[in-house]
């Protein structure tokens, strides 16, 4: 395989970080849709809704920038 550079090495490693972003968006939906599962009580319910939030804008967020 051989090396990229430049505007091709960019595109190519901003195609894989939108790729990265999609799969850890479609990832947290599915633990979203999960949480109502697990029949936890309201307010476990609330702790891990506000923790998956905060971990998903840590996953997220640097590879948006």
């Known amino acids: 395989m051989a090396r990229k550079y ?15 972003v ?3 968006e479609a990832l947290y939906l599915d633990c979203f849709e999960k949480l109502n599962d ?3 009580g309201e307010g476990e319910v ?3 809704t ?4 905060q ?6 967020r640097p590879l948006q920038e």
């Open 50 to 53: 506000q923790l998956f939030l």
């Open 6 to 20: 430049g505007d091709e090495k960019l595109k190519a490693v901003q195609d894989l970080k939108e790729t990265l």
């Open 55 to 60: 971990s998903r804008d840590a996953a997220i």
């Open 46 to 48: 609330t702790r891990l």
């Open 38 to 40: 697990l029949e936890v």
């Open 22 to 24: 999609v799969h850890l």
